[in-house]
């Protein structure tokens, strides 16, 4: 549902609006390109306040260390067609497998959800 008319281009800019339901990826000459958030469970704004997670570094490189105020966080990362490619539990992961580009970072502890854009240099 992501890649409906997006070209394989390189996407310099994301943004999820999470109170309108879409994401939002801008590419360099190809236009800014619109989808639904659809596919995503919702996400409640005053719980995305609850959970306090910092991704870093960002952007990184080989690997991305999660640094949270709560013990048992579920990590899966995204593509940004939607497609899941790392799900783990641990707070230090290896995306050195990941191509070049821009990925959703989902973090989940006790029900609470939140999503950050991760860029892999």
Same mark, same amino acid.
């Given at each position: 549902?992501?890649?409906?008319? %997006?070209?394989?281009?390189?996407?310099?800019?994301? $943004?999820?609006?999470?109170?309108?339901?879409? /994401? #939002?990826?801008?590419?360099?000459?190809?236009?800014?390109?619109?989808?639904?958030?659809?596919?995503?469970?919702?996400? +409640?704004?005053?719980? %995305? $306040?609850? *959970?306090?997670?910092?991704?870093?570094?960002?952007?990184?490189?080989?690997?991305?260390?999660?640094?949270?105020?709560? #013990?048992?966080?579920?990590?899966?990362?995204?593509? *940004?067609?939607?497609?899941?490619?790392? $799900? /783990?539990? +641990?707070?230090?992961?290896?995306? +050195? #497998?990941?191509?070049?580009?821009?990925?959703?970072?989902? *973090?989940? +502890?006790?029900?609470?959800?939140?999503?950050?854009? %991760?860029?892999?240099?």
């Amino acid at each position: 549902p992501f890649n409906d008319g %997006l070209p394989n281009v390189i996407v310099k800019e994301l $943004e999820i609006h999470y109170d309108e339901g879409t /994401i #939002s990826a801008a590419t360099y000459g190809r236009g800014i390109w619109e989808s639904p958030l659809n596919t995503l469970s919702s996400v +409640s704004t005053n719980n %995305l $306040e609850k *959970l306090d997670c910092t991704i870093y570094p960002n952007p990184a490189n080989d690997k991305i260390t999660i640094s949270a105020n709560t #013990s048992g966080i579920n990590v899966s990362i995204f593509t *940004l067609t939607g497609q899941k490619v790392i $799900e /783990i539990t +641990s707070k230090t992961i290896s995306v +050195s #497998s990941l191509a070049k580009g821009c990925y959703i970072v989902e *973090l989940e +502890s006790n029900g609470i959800i939140k999503r950050e854009k %991760l860029v892999i240099k």
